[in-house]
Structure formats: C-alpha cells, structure tokens
C-alpha cells in the first residue's frame, strides 16, 4: 500500500504518518494468521514494524521479533521487542531468521523496484528452511465508498477511491477516534497471483500456500 499522508496532532513518520493513529489501531485476526503459519518461539524478522501492532502480540504468544521500520518515531512505541531502524531495502543484518514478516500491505506500494528490493531483503534474511510471510491488498477491501467501518472505538470510512488503471487506485480514507479525525491518502497498486510468483522467483523465493481464505496473506519458501 502507498506510504500514507495524515493529518492530525503528534509526532508523524518520514512520509507523513500520524504515530498516534498508528499506536491505537487494532491488529485484528493478523496475530492469529502469521501465529499460526510459525513455530513455537520463533525467531522472527517484522518488516515495517510501525509502532508493534503486530509486534506486541507476537512477543506475547512467545516469539522472539526484531522490529524494523524507518521511523524512530513509530519504533519508540514498541517494548518487549529488538528494533532497528532502517529503510527495508537497505537492510543487512547479517543474521538470518525462523520466519521474516512483510506485513502491512508493503508488496502494493506503486514503485516496482521497491517492491523487489523488498522481497529481495526478506529472501536474505530467513533462514534455510524458514518462511517468509507476505500481506497483499485486495481489490474488494476498497468499496463501500462511504459506509463507516467501526473497530471498537476506531471509525474508518472510505471518503473517496479514483481508479488510475485497472491495477492501480488511488483511495482516500478517514479515521476517528476519541474525537480525532485523521485523512489518509494510499495508492495502492494490485498484484495477482502470477505477478507475486514472479516476484517470488525473481527474489529466490516460491510460494508455499495461502495462509487465509481470502488469499491476502501467503507463506513462501527460499529455493536453494
């Protein structure tokens, strides 16, 4: 998904992201999804960590993450957790990993080469044997053009979507919460399932299975 301009109070991300509205939004199924295609305690890679939504559940089900994201800002938020500050296509650890996350919908981003730099940098970073774990955005998540969606206290309502090419949208959504409003704008770029094989292959990876019904989450191997 695109890198996302907000607005509202508080500290914001390199790219324009509020760190409040960040903190209080809510994981959802993820914990449930990327726990159960792992190991018990795993040692697990979190691409684009944000401020540990995704973080904090996995440490408290027992997995060991490094979180890494580009923002100190939105890393500050994370506790129980190794962090590293960094762009993901930069990133070289030197270590290899049960299992590498790249959640958040990063495959959509519009810019092709960064999308491949940042398989690139997951294929590098599991281990032999490990999973890499990837999120993709679909096509259905974008109607219901003006219909409030509520998460417990969070409201989210899609204000406006603009169809750039058959693959590529334009969407602007809004969140409340305790009174505060934030606009997001997101370009989110759709990938089938041919064009992620190809990714997948290009990057020394294959495609093991999909990991939820709806096919937005897929589990991938490192090829030898």
Same mark, same amino acid.
Request: one cysteine or more; aromatic letters at 6%; charged letters at 25%.
């Given at each position: 998904?695109?890198?996302?301009?907000?607005?509202?109070?508080?500290?914001?991300?390199?790219e324009g992201d509020?760190?409040? $509205?960040?903190?209080? #939004?809510? !994981?959802?199924?993820t914990p449930q999804v990327v726990d159960a295609a792992l190991p018990r305690k795993a040692d697990v890679l979190e691409l684009g960590a944000g401020?540990?939504? $995704?973080?904090?559940? #996995?440490? !408290?089900?027992g997995h060991q993450v490094v979180a890494v994201d580009h923002s100190a800002d939105m890393l500050a938020k994370i506790e129980g957790a190794e962090t590293?500050?960094?762009?993901?296509?930069? #990133?070289h650890l030197g270590r290899t990993f049960d299992a590498v996350v790249l959640g958040s919908c990063l495959v959509n981003l519009p810019d092709a080469e960064v999308r491949y730099e940042m398989m690139a940098a997951a294929r590098r970073h599991v281990r032999p044997g490990g999973r890499v774990l990837i999120e993709r955005a679909l096509p259905e998540w974008f109607t219901g053009v003006g219909e409030p969606r509520v998460w417990d206290d969070i409201t989210a309502t899609l204000l406006k979507v603009e169809q750039l090419t058959p693959d590529l949208v334009r969407a602007l959504m809004e969140y409340c919460w305790?009174?505060?409003r934030?606009?997001?704008?997101?370009i989110v770029h759709f990938l089938g399932e041919a064009t992620l094989d190809d990714y997948l292959e290009a990057v020394g990876l294959r495609?093991?299975?999909?990991?939820t019904e709806d096919a937005s989450?897929?589990?991938?191997?490192?090829?030898?």
């Amino acid at each position: 998904m695109s890198r996302q301009k907000g607005t509202g109070p508080g500290a914001f991300s390199p790219e324009g992201d509020p760190v409040e $509205l960040y903190a209080i #939004l809510r !994981a959802g199924r993820t914990p449930q999804v990327v726990d159960a295609a792992l190991p018990r305690k795993a040692d697990v890679l979190e691409l684009g960590a944000g401020t540990g939504r $995704l973080t904090h559940p #996995l440490v !408290a089900l027992g997995h060991q993450v490094v979180a890494v994201d580009h923002s100190a800002d939105m890393l500050a938020k994370i506790e129980g957790a190794e962090t590293v500050l960094a762009e993901i296509p930069d #990133l070289h650890l030197g270590r290899t990993f049960d299992a590498v996350v790249l959640g958040s919908c990063l495959v959509n981003l519009p810019d092709a080469e960064v999308r491949y730099e940042m398989m690139a940098a997951a294929r590098r970073h599991v281990r032999p044997g490990g999973r890499v774990l990837i999120e993709r955005a679909l096509p259905e998540w974008f109607t219901g053009v003006g219909e409030p969606r509520v998460w417990d206290d969070i409201t989210a309502t899609l204000l406006k979507v603009e169809q750039l090419t058959p693959d590529l949208v334009r969407a602007l959504m809004e969140y409340c919460w305790q009174g505060r409003r934030w606009t997001h704008l997101q370009i989110v770029h759709f990938l089938g399932e041919a064009t992620l094989d190809d990714y997948l292959e290009a990057v020394g990876l294959r495609r093991d299975e999909w990991i939820t019904e709806d096919a937005s989450w897929l589990a991938a191997s490192p090829v030898n």
